[in-house]
């Protein structure tokens, strides 16, 4: 049967890796709705590729754009909130959340409402209203498939059994372009070396946060939401090769892990085709080329952001939201050049010490503490640049 599908940021680099895939097998998938924020080329050309009935664009100064470059095709250009949770709720059966940024929380949240099965890599959204969302996942019996791939690992090894047998999960972390350098050298790095990752071929958002490791400590938060475990069971440690994407500890000590090359295909394939498995033109794993797995123990003093993720986890349901805006504020200036490296940890500590807040009730307040936080953010990044 062919599965009816809407990517939320398409033109991303999870969004164009799900097209790939989806374009290789079109008897497979037909495409419903595609989005975007501000790239009309690649958004009209995914549109008119795959047959798309819906192009939204989420800036609205684009939309004439959009229109005009789908003139004369069976696809709709649109722009605006109520588009963008039309593109999430309308005809597909399976949505993949690619949105970067808590931008992502409201379609999902609209994906949710309509009983869509959500593929999710939009890790912030999770982070920021991860109980919300898993509650209103559960009470409208939707699954969310966890694409990040770390997660996805822990989604594999588990199975369909639940968390009871569970010890711990262990995250593999790469430790980003930065693992060997000091503290002084890193504070010298520049946008274009914190985005060079050394493994994975990523947006730049995510590629920063690897370098500061703020992207595991939003893992951590994310596993804890979705396999609802307290933080200490669950485990960072560094795996420089990447090859193994996480572990799956159980009670009896029995460990089980999922291995493969590093290539997001791999996991948004096992989502696209859950619970059946597709083919990838993804590279094979081949372990005696590879020679050796190398593990050790994170460092908390060079990479600070791995103890503020932590200790937000551990605090209350407001503090992960203070530490998502406030470090989607400090990536962007400093990809802007506005701030340097060190900064960013430095600031998301700050506006965790200074922005108040209780545990948001619903998605509208946890919208009011992001925009609170951003505001407070964003006046802290004009004072140092
Ligand atoms: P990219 O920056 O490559 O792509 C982001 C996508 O979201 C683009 O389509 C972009 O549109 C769109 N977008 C950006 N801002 C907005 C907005 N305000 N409203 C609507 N759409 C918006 O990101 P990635 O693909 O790297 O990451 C996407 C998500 O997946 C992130 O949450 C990331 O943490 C997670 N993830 C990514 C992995 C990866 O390998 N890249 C691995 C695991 C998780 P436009 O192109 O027009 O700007």
Not at 66 to 82: H, I, N, S, V, Y
Request: proline share 5%; hydrophobic share 45%.
């Amino acid at each position: 049967m062919t599965r009816k599908i809407s990517i939320l940021g398409a033109t991303g680099s999870v969004g164009t890796s799900t097209l790939d895939l989806v374009e290789r097998a079109p008897e497979r998938f037909e495409v419903v709705a595609l989005t975007a924020a501000t790239n009309v080329d690649a958004l009209a050309d995914a549109a008119k590729r795959t047959g798309a009935k819906l192009a939204v664009i989420a800036d609205p100064r684009r939309y004439e754009a959009m229109k005009e470059a789908l003139a004369g095709t069976d696809c709709q250009a649109a722009t605006g909130d109520d588009a963008m949770a039309e593109a999430a709720s309308g005809d597909a059966d399976w949505v993949m959340a690619a949105i970067v940024g808590c931008a992502g929380l409201k379609p999902v949240m609209a994906a949710i409402a309509a009983g869509k099965t959500v593929a999710l890599a939009n890790k912030e959204s999770l982070v920021t209203a991860g109980q919300l969302m898993m509650d209103a996942a559960r009470a409208r019996g939707v699954e969310i498939l966890p694409v990040d791939s770390e997660h996805n690992a822990i989604f594999q090894c588990l199975g369909s059994r639940s968390c009871d047998d569970v010890a711990r999960l262990i995250l593999t972390a790469s430790g980003g372009p930065f693992r060997q350098k000091s503290a002084a050298e890193m504070a010298q790095m520049t946008p274009k070396q914190a985005v060079a990752h050394p493994n994975w071929s990523m947006g730049a958002k995510i590629s920063v946060d690897s370098a500061t490791m703020m992207n595991k400590g939003l893992e951590l938060i994310e596993a804890h939401h979705l396999y609802d475990l307290p933080s200490e069971r669950i485990d960072i440690v560094v795996h420089p090769q990447s090859i193994v994407h996480s572990l799956v500890e159980f009670i009896d000590g029995s460990q089980l892990a999922q291995l493969g090359p590093s290539d997001m295909r791999i996991p948004i394939a096992h989502a696209l085709a859950w619970p059946d498995r597709m083919e990838t033109p993804c590279e094979r794993l081949d372990l005696a080329a590879a020679g050796r797995l190398d593990f050790e123990a994170p460092d908390m003093e060079r990479f600070p952001s791995l103890r503020l993720a932590r200790t937000a986890l551990e605090a209350d349901t407001s503090r992960p939201v203070v530490l998502n805006a406030a470090n989607e504020v400090a990536v962007d200036a400093f990809l802007n050049g506005r701030i340097g490296f060190a900064d960013i940890a430095a600031e998301v500590e700050r506006a965790l010490d200074e922005v108040e807040g209780a545990p948001p009730a619903s998605i509208e307040e946890v919208i009011d503490l992001d925009q609170r936080t951003r505001a407070f953010a964003d006046a802290r990044m004009a004072e140092l640049a």
